[in-house]
């Protein structure tokens, strides 16, 4: 690997130092959005080799339908890009963790330790798991450090899913605690490769380390100045030329919106939160919020060796959020041999059942006001006391909330009506629901998912059945700063 590094590197400090540490009057001037919120500007790094897809974590069951996975939480040392080293929270040392590989209907154990300096769980986003096994504090009391607990639980559905703690989430993920869990089944179509990427951003000091945490980054969430995709920052996903390539994309930023696209490319969308669609969809770019997933096939045209840049495009969710130019995400390169014969894109996947008309409907009105003292309490202590922005479901401030009541079964309609001049992405532990309309226009994409941006000022509505799981069960803004200062709440569904 031989490039200028230390220019370039040298280059993107200074940056980073005019954009977030220098005096005063510079990071007003460079780092404020519009109406004085703090977006930072996003380093460029040449792009480099990484581990792009590190090996999946190892299943240390010899039962054909187990997989037991070992995670230990640990503070590491990781290399983000050339010789550039952070101290991160880690599962096993590796940024993401582990990847979990599962066949629909296998038992999945987890042996999990936890060797951080502080208590912590895991939440299996979007894994349709029994509510004791979700991972959130209402079900389970958090590990504490030395401590040990098993997860165990059958995977019922094929897709792209995720794991990350559901304990002080704003820092904890944001410190490098996520990895992917993937789930094949039935019907997956052919293709060339088939990776994950996990996408992050890390809000970086001068000296290359975790800039602090601070009350100023809640309002529109810790937005960061350099981009990671599997952990490293511009890495290269080197791909056969001609051949049909799936990349199971992962939000697991904190609060950046991903609008991806590949200049001079079509994505073919093929997946979302919860598994395949009906029928693949070409899209020119693709918006992910933060919590949500997508799997894409693209294929890889262009000419030999030719190296073209995944990016992120410019999007406005808010607060100034609009202001920062396109940035690069990782590179895909071709190889220098000949095309190769490409798999067939298939019409059509199994169909999506519609969910008929609900019984019950709900309607949660997402707000932000601010405050000169905590909202919440106890989950951070004295460090977002004082003033700070505070957020809210139905005037109801997590964890000073009452819990909703639904039967088991039900067919529910939830309108989520977002009062606030920003986007949030709400999340639902425990099920999967389709969305029926955004903004009063109905939807004709009938898609499994448990994230969906709710774009600021207006209405999404979706259909939930709340089968199998009867239990307490999460449900937030996953842009993680606003979830921890109380735009969160909880679902009780009784048991028959
Ligand atoms: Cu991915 Cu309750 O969160
Ligand atoms: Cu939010």
Redo the contacts with the bound molecule.
Sequence with gaps: MIRPLHFVLATAVAALTSACHGDDMDMDMDGMGHDGMMIPEVLTIPASEGPFEPAAAPDLDSMPNVVEVDLEAKVSEIEIAPERWVSMWTYNGQLPGPRIEASVGDTVRVRFKNSLPEATTIHWHGVRVPAAMDGATVVQSPIEPGAEFSYEFVVPDAGTFWYHPHVRSDEQVERGLYGAFVVRGEGEPATTTDRTVVLDDLLLDSTWQLSEFDTMQAMV?RQGNLILANGWAHPIAHVARGGLHRFRFINAAN?RYFRLALPGHRLIQIGTDGGLLPAPREVDDLLLVPGERADVLVIAAGTADEAMDWKSLRYDRGHGTGDRPDAVVFQMTNGSDEPIAMPTIPDAFAPIAELPVAVAGRELK?E?SMSMSSGGHGAHGSSTSDMGPV?SINGQVYPDATPLEAELDAIEEWSIVNT?E?????HLHGFRFQVVSIDGAATSLVAWRDTIN?PAEKTVRFRVHLEDHPGTWMF????L???ERG?MGELEVAGP
């Design positions: 969430g609060a997402l932000e957020f606030t920003m986007d949030h992405p709400f709710i937030h803004c996953h842009i700063e606003h979830a735009m």
